[in-house]
């Protein structure tokens, strides 16, 4: 989930137990305001009454607009000890003008007169629904609630993206960074110290990968030219005994097998070379190479050699397939990926050469899918086969990322096939 | 035929001073820059065998030297950086030749032979072993002066051989050096064993006193003894 949208949900449910406990205690506070206010004007109006009562004067009406009621009731002393003096008390009570019940504060007040009679005052004023009231609260808490959140959130959102630019643009640049490559690191405009010490912090971060990138592409490169001379030593010296000694059979067969090992590694290191020279960019000149034409050149070699596994190759080429590239770059991506078909064909199997637009496609027989996912890995091998690199879809690989090439393998119809797209030209 | 072998390390250099002794050239080494600048110097050469990266300073530097000195000495450039432009800069400051490490001693031998043929003033590069003349640049070859018609591949392979005469030849590195890259990984020979059929044939109908003998079943050597195969 994307930070601003967490950050919205976070504030969503933070606000609603808040604006659920901020509405219980505005109407307990509400409640009890109107009581107050409503027990101030019963005991007025009870005060009055008894004054008037003891006085002896005129009672007020009891229909005086006001729905106001009250009753007097004469009580004994017992039931005067046994009660408050005075209570408040909320209930329903039969208003005679508006013919229905209503709720209503209710004061009663226990008095006694000269004649030490009792008497029980019992005041009651019509009041609020505590019900209404309660729903039109709940409409407002969630009317509000609703309101509050749009503009917290619209506000949250503008300052957010206002405030996190620094931060996207950090983003934006992580994504467009390909290590090896080389960056000059992200832009650093903002003012903000946390988004200057976060830039500050990527471009170390990416100066030491660079660095050590660099660092292991040298170790490569340097470790296979020193490499070269105790390769040709053990060769030159292999060959003298050959030539010079005249071993018996069994010798000259463990030389012989010596000396291809020899050439495997020879070939290994040179394919590493070629690898780390592709990798460190060192093929500057291109020119227009016709593949069409290199492949129906390199293909009849391949049948030569390969011509005791029986395979069919059918090429489906137009007149010319020209590409863009430095010419042995061109060379090595084809040929590679020629003799990987050549190389992994069962005996009697087929090979496609296709081009549609501007892909090339390669396929070949095959019993089970490669590891999509592993396959240009340098020393990626399905199948461990005696005097092969390792390294041949490994430098595929790295000419495609070289150019940009899109590449795409498939395992379809017990066939592996692999497909090249050059952009439009 | 005096060659110079300028290279630092010593177990390189001994075996290719062993090798070069055995073809009967005059062999001295030197192991640094100062030691090799003062031998160029003092000296001429027929051939100096180079190499780039010398304790002390650059092969290339000595190439200047050399050069600048109005020297003829060919120089063959042996080299652990197999890179175009060492290629291309060595070349373009007046070396014969670039070898890159690891090489085969026979295509050493046939880079010294080639180089000295063109030294001796000659534009002679043509190849001679036995009755057999090879012309690489018109692709021809003769056995007796009558022309032996060769295919393509025929033809490569008897070239291979020729500047390998008395070698024992590894059927693999032929392979790859007559296919090149496309057989490294090839797992059967026929194709091989095909081309040097026909070409056995070719060279015993025109009369070739030299013959491509098997060695053991996994090589060959190309001589001119008497017939018979080692085995």
Redesign the interface.
Known sequence: MKLIYRIALRLSLVLLPLMALWAGLFYYAIVDEINDESDDALEDYSELIITRMLAGRELPNLNSGSNNSYSIVPVDEAYARTHPNIDYYDADVYIHEKEETEPARIMTTIFRDADDMYYELRVAMPTFEREDLLRALAFWVVTLYLMLLVCVLGVTLWIFNRSMRPLYALLRWFDGYVPGRGSDGPSTDSTIPEFRQLNDAAAGAVRRSEASIEQQKQFIGNAS??L??P???????L??I???TSPD?RQ??EM?KM??TL?HL??LN?TL?LLS?IDNG?FPESSDVDLAALLRE?VP??D??????HLTVSMALPESFTVRMNDSLASTLV?NLL?NAY?HSPEGGTIEISAEGRTMTFSNDGSAPLDAERIFERFYQGDR????TGLGLALVGAVCRYYGLKIDYRFEGSRHSFSISWPEA | MKILIVEDEPSLREIMVRELEQEHYVVETASTFDEADSKIAGYTYDCILLDIMLPGGSGLKLLENLKGAGKRDSVIIISARNSIEDKVLGLELGADDYLPKPFHTAELLARIRSVLRRGRGGADTKLRFGNLTLDPDARRVEADGREIPLLKKEFDILMYFMQRPNHMVDKVALAEAVWGDHADQADNFHFVYAQIKNLRQKLAEAGSSASIRSVYGFGYRFTDDAPADEE
């Open positions: 030219h020193e070269q001379t390769l040709a030593i053990l060769g030159n010296r060959e003298w050959l030539d010079n059979r000259a067969e012989f000396k291809r050439s020879v070939r040179k070379l020279k060192q390199q070699t391949y030569e050699i390969y011509e005791w596994r040929t003799k190389v086969k005696e005097g092969s």
